[in-house]
């Protein structure tokens, strides 16, 4: 199915009360796929890789000024203060333990003048023979400070 096709489907399925954020992971994708979406309409891309990520938000800075990047691969601790920084940085959906939370919230404290957007942080919550449940960092938060 196509973009386009995707994007009705949606639109048709989903009560007009909700609102759906459909994110186009583009991992592995050139910046002209990214960027054929792009024009289309598509603004949240998820990229699996820091590495990746970074790269492509950098080429993509001037050609697509409203792009919202979510990281969705593994967080590596040593590379969160590097994640951060990344412009077009919307979200983070992988934050699974209060030490990569801890890590986050020192990064950004650390160097206030390079941080001045917020980041939606996805929390990873664990209970004992369980599923695992992800919550936003807004209803977390109430309950951690």
């Given at each position: ?15 007009k ?54 990281f ?74």
């Amino acid at each position: 199915m196509s973009y386009l096709g995707v994007k009705e489907s949606l639109k048709v399925a989903t009560p007009k009360e909700h609102e759906i954020l459909l994110i186009a992971v583009s991992k592995m994708q050139s910046i002209e796929a990214i960027k054929s979406v792009y024009a289309l309409g598509q603004r949240d891309f998820g990229e699996n890789y820091i590495q990746e990520l970074k790269e492509k938000a950098t080429a993509l800075k001037e050609a697509c000024p409203e792009i919202n990047w979510h990281f969705i691969g593994a967080l590596q601790s040593n590379k969160i203060a590097q994640l951060i920084r990344i412009e077009g940085l919307k979200a983070i959906q992988t934050v699974d333990s209060l030490s990569k939370f801890d890590k986050i919230w020192k990064a950004i404290h650390d160097h206030p003048e390079s941080f001045n957007k917020s980041i939606d942080l996805f929390l990873q919550v664990f209970k004992e023979n369980s599923y695992k449940v992800i919550f936003t960092h807004s209803f977390l938060l109430l309950f951690l400070y």
